[in-house]
């Protein structure tokens, strides 16, 4: 028996399923490690909880960060991407990114993902915190989808990977600190599937969907972070969750992103009086350090009392708006907006966490044949706060290097069988997973968004010790399992905020409002 699974099975009565590697996420991160792999020579299965489509990468707007341009180099992108991290990067994690960036995207270029280009040069923008242009996009403000469908189609057509769509990992298979494999979920099959393997690659993503409001799919929950720190993982920088300054809020339509891009050529945010106030808040105005603009909105609505600022575009051409945001543009339409018309309602919601399960620059776990990369890991390249658009380039630079550390791991012999039982009394039929999870995200953000204090996180811990009782008992199915990741990573993200006693990048204490170097220093937690 091992004690971190939530779900009950013996692999006794499982089929057994065998291959060199297992990724679990098709998302940038697992995808672009994959595909690594496969041409390296590994027979690789990428599992995915829903269909290869649903993820973040494919959501990603604003595009991509490396230095390619003769006017810019990885020095700056460095220099810019410690400041954004407000004293907490890992140097030597941003001086691989931004060094060997630039031949990560050649070669996703080599895949096919054609970006766009203007007079036969890559056309470049500018986001915030950057100091020059320096972003890559495709399709306008669609990058994500370009380079999730070239992906999709590279990974689909690779003969030594297998894609399993609809596969839910549920836990790691981890003895003796070594990682066996996976269990998982399979949802159109109806049944539990236990995987052997020489490695997994967890790139399962982030987990946005903690919190009430939030840019990312259904799919971000925490799920890579949970099962590995159940299994025995070490966890870094959860109290680091970057919000997102511009994203719509109208009644009834989704919280869709309006790009970071959008200021960067030229957006203005505006006060429900109609001022614009970020002159009053930062020197960068509108391309201010993320969490810097998430606050001034933040104290703006506050001042207004209302639930929005507005980002107003219609200063800026129309011929311009339409062929860099035809994607926003298209989508705040179906929702009666003309972006070139009218001012857009606007509010931060959850986006990104620059913490997860901690590796080494080679996307090593401290379990031995777990990897990570991608948002589920953490390096330490983005410290507190992630510079935007460097995140696509994580995926690709420390995927990429997890498939060339392990070349030649697939033609060592595969372990010997090991088997997993787990035996968890039943929570009962009553528990219901769906108003729980609605409870705890509505905790997470009173308490431990992008607003913090001791009361706060208190109430919040006082709230999940209260379900500490489903800890104990077994999963029923999927969402049970989602619950109890959403449980577990809720908690990881609010006792760690509770023990930084100060404010710093992604991290805000109402009750500890200043940066205190006592606190330069991670923490890292293990079951
Ligand atoms: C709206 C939006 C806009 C963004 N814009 C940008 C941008 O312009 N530039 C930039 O650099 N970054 C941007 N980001 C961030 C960036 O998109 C993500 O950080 C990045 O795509 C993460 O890639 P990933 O491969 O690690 O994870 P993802 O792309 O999220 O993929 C995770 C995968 O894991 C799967 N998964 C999760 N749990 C399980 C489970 N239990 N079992 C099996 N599979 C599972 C998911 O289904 C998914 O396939 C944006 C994010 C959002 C949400």
Redesign the pocket.
């Known amino acids: 028996m091992a004690n971190h699974l939530i779900m009950n099975f013996n692999t006794r009565e499982l089929a057994d399923h065998q291959s060199d590697f297992i990724v679990?996420?098709?998302?940038?991160?697992?995808?672009f490690a994959a595909l690594l792999a496969a041409r390296l020579g590994a027979a690789v299965t990428v599992?995915?909880?829903?269909s290869?489509q649903?993820?973040?990468?494919?959501?990603?707007?604003?595009?991509?960060?490396a230095a390619m341009d003769a006017a810019d180099s990885p020095d700056l992108h460095y220099r810019d991407t410690l400041l954004a991290g407000a004293g907490l990067c890992d140097r030597e994690a941003v001086r691989i990114l931004v060094h060997e960036g630039p031949r990560r995207v050649l070669q996703l270029m080599d895949m096919g993902a054609r970006f766009d280009f203007e007079g036969g040069r890559l056309a470049l923008t500018r986001e915030g915190a950057h100091s020059c242009r320096r972003?890559m996009h495709a399709c306008g403000d669609a990058?994500?989808a370009e380079i999730q469908r070239v992906l999709n189609e590279q990974a689909l057509a690779e003969k030594n990977i297998e894609v399993l769509e609809r596969?839910?990992?549920?836990d790691l298979l981890v003895r003796d600190n070594t990682c066996h494999g996976v269990l998982?979920y399979d949802q159109r099959g109806g049944c539990l599937k236990a995987f052997r393997s020489r490695a997994v690659i967890l790139?399962?993503?982030?987990l946005?969907q903690l919190y009430e409001h939030s840019?990312?799919?259904d799919?971000?929950?925490g799920?890579?972070i949970a099962?590995a720190y159940r299994a025995g993982a070490e966890v870094m920088d959860m109290e680091f969750i970057q919000f997102?300054p511009t994203v719509l809020n109208l009644p009834g339509a989704p919280r869709f992103?309006i790009?970071e891009?959008v200021r960067g050529e030229g957006a203005i945010l505006r006060n429900r009086s109609g001022e614009r106030f970020m002159l009053n808040y930062h020197e960068m105005a509108e391309l201010a350090p993320r969490d810097v603009v998430v606050r001034a909105i933040l104290a703006e609505m506050r001042r207004h009392a209302g639930s929005n600022v507005y980002l107003d575009l219609r200063h800026l051409d129309d011929e311009l708006v339409l062929r860099r945001f035809p994607n926003i543009h298209r989508t705040c339409l179906k929702h009666g907006l003309d972006i070139t018309r009218d001012t857009i309602p606007v509010a931060p919601a959850a986006?990104?966490i620059m913490g997860g399960v901690k590796t080494n620059y080679f996307g090593e776990t401290n379990i031995d044949r777990l990897y990570a990369?991608?948002?589920?890991a953490c390096q330490g390249v983005h410290g507190a706060n992630r510079l935007?658009?460097?995140?696509?380039?994580?995926?690709l630079v420390f995927?990429g290097r997890i498939a060339e550390r392990t070349a030649g791991l697939w033609r060592e012999e595969m372990p010997p069988r090991t088997e997993f039982a787990s035996e968890l009394p039943s929570p009962g039929d009553n528990v219901d997973y769906a108003r729980i999870s609605g409870e705890l995200r509505r905790m997470m953000s009173a308490h431990a968004g992008p607003l913090r204090c001791r009361e706060g996180l208190e109430a919040a811990l006082g709230y999940m010790d209260d379900l500490a009782h489903l800890e104990s008992t077994a999963a029923r199915n999927i969402q049970g399992a989602e619950l109890r990741?959403r449980l577990l990573t809720s908690r990881l993200v609010a006792e760690t905020a509770l023990m930084r006693t100060e404010s710093r990048g992604g991290h805000f204490r109402d009750d500890y409002p200043r940066t205190r170097n006592s606190w330069l220093k991670h923490i890292i937690l293990r079951k």
């Open positions: 679990l996420g098709s998302g940038i991160a697992g995808f599992m995915t909880k829903q290869i649903d993820s973040n990468t494919d959501k990603a707007q604003g595009g991509i960060a972003i990058t994500g596969h839910f990992a549920v998982a790139s399962t993503g982030g946005g840019t990312n799919p799919v971000a929950t799920d890579g099962m997102h992103l790009s891009a986006h990104y990369c991608g948002e589920v935007a658009s460097n995140s696509l380039l994580d995926g995927g990741n």
